[in-house]
């Protein structure tokens, strides 16, 4: 048998070195677990469909420079932070100082500041699952750290734009840290998107760490091109009865990863995620989650709608854990899928591990194509083909995409998705 | 309602019944394995050189191969050289021929199970092909199903009388280098029953044999191999417990299934094996590879199964549909006790057109048992039409306890569709008030919502396999018709 393959040891060597100390030292020694990490191969079960899609080179260790200009597609009703290959452009950005609210960039923190963040860095994330998520630990030259003082309510979303400059090959490693204290309020936009055409990789982490009463709302946009592999981890920790909410809309690509994890510590906590993923062409789209009920009387509520077109394929594995203690659990966990056309394919798997007895739970997943009758009724009344096409599958995904909360936000995703369907179905 | 109320019982707090040891002087291979043993193997079973070959392969692909990990069950390492890899009753070369002839030790170990061989058979018209660790000793009926035309015989013996059907079909379901158990049944499988069904037969009676590991240290290895002829139909019954014993005993067994144009297997597995005490120790260790393929046009398999015993199950029975318009059904009530282990499920693989299949799962665990169900349904890009619907349930008694869902579902067809659900729950509260409202005690309340919960499953048993079961299923097909 041969090896299995490791992480090239190019990637080991992090640039930006602008930042405090501590975080500095925490890059360093969290760098050390690197050495021979094993890449995953169609034998890893997390990786098993995504695999054959990962191409790491070595050109791609080299850290993109952080210029360039920022584009993004979203008309931006609120404050706005710029990241240019995963570091922060101020000048770009804007937003207020605001009572109880900090918000700054990793490279700005003081060494208190500093040392405290380094404390809970990747500490909302199970690295186990979300392996790549330790490259990121290893590699990040900038960050943002949202911290909410008790009580503090952002009145209006912040918006991070992540922008990928792929001009030559390289990658990106973005950070975001949101610390949410007692009863706290904010909306998070992260869009993510690119220029140039070398192949790139965007390495990213996201994590919020909720405190009792929080309520965050984060909705997610990856628009990248076709020659980023997108590999992200999110990751959440929930204490009592706080409120999570997560809207990801994705786009395929070479390779796209989102791994979303959530812990559900405290009682009485809250959790939504809803996903849409649409995929053309050869592209790709693996969205993983899972969700621990770790805490009783918590309360969890998945819904990820995929659509395949061409020859692209679209995964989802969603988990749930209900620990032992978690008495009183309600989760309920729905994928719905859409196979257009013979070359696509559609993997699902959701997964149940439960142990404690007094719970609720439920998950369901199918895989189908548009409904004949109701093209049959749109044609019928004189609608074209294509369109009843575009009708019925934008309908699929709407339920989903109405309920994002930042109208901006919304009206983006659904023109962008409408005019992908549009072009899915040109040959009608 | 006293019925239910033994089942719940019998269900949940229920002592092993069948432990017991048949003491017979047995004939049986010093433990290890390496290709002597093999080649000694073959040659005490007068099997032809093709069969050596066979095993001979298998052995080595089974060396290079390492023990599946991925399954959600917890055990000691196997240690495969300390395991004896044939035990058979004395007096091989001079089997009997008749009822009369068995060994009255033999006939009493099967009359102590509740299952008298000789009257059962009559009343029921069910042909046994009794295994008592490896070495078919009684098969009886063999007549009218001659006259039909059917072969139903150990293995070891159509490897003799019917070569070229067992050159061509064995194996050709379940690969040898399938998986790490496979191979090793392939290796050292040791007997167990072959059924040949010919075109247009529809069999006369239902076939039934019961597997019973005994002689201790005894790796059982069974080989089962079912070929269903074009138009032809069978129903095959499988039961099993064996003798309380405080070490581990390995069970790899391997069933394949051929179903070829307009035929039809119907395949029910009752397992009852040693699950280990209440504290977890001893049991039996099942890993089972059975698959079916559907072969022919209009082919159609259904496997039902109720998994009570075992210490740990390790069991995919899966459906091929290869053929155009086929079906495969699986309908399953796992239960788990004490430290029981259970992953079980189904893999559904569509290649043809119109495919069809169902699932429906149930699991039940309790104690400080783990249950899970792990599935795969696949449509591949040629299954234009294909359906399949999914249902697994599981059912919580107790708060120590795991219940697990772990289905794969893959689709490279547009026009194929696939349904999976599946729900979690206790016995809840809303229920229990239900039942108590109208009077009924709370433990028959909560038999009949166990009954209610498995019931889908169990009207798809045969009414003749509720014997070896005994009260654990006879009471529970009753329960489930009123």
Known sequence: MKPAPTLSSAFLHPAGQTLPEPLLALRKQRASALIDMPLPTRKTE??????????????????????????????????????????????????????GIVIQSFSDLDANEAQALSMQLGSALDHEQAQFARVNDARFEDGLLIRLKPGAVLDQPLFIIHNTEADACGSAYPRIYVEAGANSQMTLVEEYTSSGEASALVNTVTEFNLTDGANITSIRLNMEGENVQHIGATGVLQGRNSRFESHCVGFGGQLRRHDLQVRLEGEGAET????????????????????????????????????????????????????????????????????????????????????????????????????????????????????????????????????????????????????????????? | MATTDTEVKELIKREYEHGFVTEIESDTFEPGLNEDVI??????????????????????????????????????????????????????????????????????????????????????????????????????????????????????????????????????????????????????????????????????????????????????????????????????????????????????????????DDAQIKYSTVQNWYPGDENGKGGIYNFVTKRAACIGKNAKVSWTQVETGSAITWKYPSCVLRGDNSVGEFYSVALTHNYQQADTGTKMIHLGKNTKSTIISKGISAGRSSNAYRGLVKFGPGADGARNFTQCDSLLIGDRCGAHTFPYIESRNKSAIVEHEATTSKVSDEQMFLCRQRGIDPEQAVSMIVNGFCKEVFKELPMEFAVEAGKLLEVSLEGSVG
């Open chain 2, 39 to 260: 080649r000694r193997l073959s040659e005490l079973k007068q099997e032809p050189e093709f069969m050596l070959e066979w095993r001979l392969k298998a052995y080595r692909r089974w060396l290079e191969m390492d023990e599946p990990e991925w399954a959600h069950v917890d055990f000691p390492k196997v240690d495969y050289n300390s395991i004896s890899y044939y035990s058979a009753p004395k007096r091989p070369e001079d089997m009997p021929q008749s009822l009369d002839e068995v060994d009255p030790e033999l006939l009493r170990t099967y009359e102590k199970l509740g299952i008298p061989l000789h009257e059962r058979a009559k009343l029921a018209g069910v042909a046994v092909d009794a295994v008592f660790d490896s070495v078919s000793v009684a098969t009886t009926f063999k007549e009218p199903l001659e006259k039909a035309g059917v072969i139903f015989c150990p293995i070891s013996e159509a490897v003799q009388k019917y070569p070229e059907l067992v050159k061509k079909y064995l194996g050709s379901v379940v690969p040898a280098g399938d998986n790490y158990f496979a191979a090793l049944n392939s290796a050292v499988f040791s007997d167990g029953s072959f059924v040949y069904i010919p075109k247009g037969v529809r069999c006369p009676m239902e076939l039934s044999t019961y597997f019973r590991i005994n002689a201790a240290n005894t790796g059982q290895f069974e080989r089962t191999l079912i070929i269903a002829e074009e138009g032809s139909y069978v129903s095959y019954l499988e039961g099993c417990t064996a003798p309380m014993r405080d070490e581990n005993q390995l069970h790899a067994a391997v069933v394949e299934l051929v179903i070829l």
């Open chain 1, 272 to 428: 939504k995620l809803n996903g849409v993923v649409v995929t053309q062409g050869k592209q790709h789209y693996d969205n993983h989650t899972s969700i621990d009920h770790v805490a009783a009387n918590c309360t969890s509520e998945e819904t990820y709608r995929n659509i395949a077109a061409d020859q692209s394929h679209a995964i989802f594995n969603g988990r749930i854990h209900i620990h032992q203690d978690a008495q009183k659990s309600s989760a309920d966990m729905n994928n719905k899928n859409l196979l257009l056309n013979n070359g696509a394919e559609i993997d699902t798997k959701p997964e149940l591990e439960i142990y404690a007895d007094d719970v609720k739970c439920a998950h369901g997943a199918t895989i189908g194509q548009l409904d004949e009758t109701s093209l049959f009724y749109l044609v019928s009344r004189g609608i074209g083909r294509r369109e009843a096409n575009v009708l019925l599958t934008m309908a699929f995904i709407n339920e989903l995409v109405s309920q994002i909360p930042v109208q901006a936000v919304r009206e983006t995703a659904q023109l962008r998705l409408n005019d992908f369907f549009e072009q899915t179905f040109q040959e009608i």
């Open chain 1, 46 to 99: 997390n990786w098993k469909y995504s695999s054959k899609y990962l191409k790491l080179s070595d050109d791609m260790a080299i850290s993109l420079p952080a210029e360039g200009k920022a584009g993004t597609s979203l008309a931006i009703p609120g404050y706005k932070v710029v990241f240019i290959n995963g570091v922060m452009i101020p000048e770009a950005s804007e937003y207020p100082d605001l009572d």
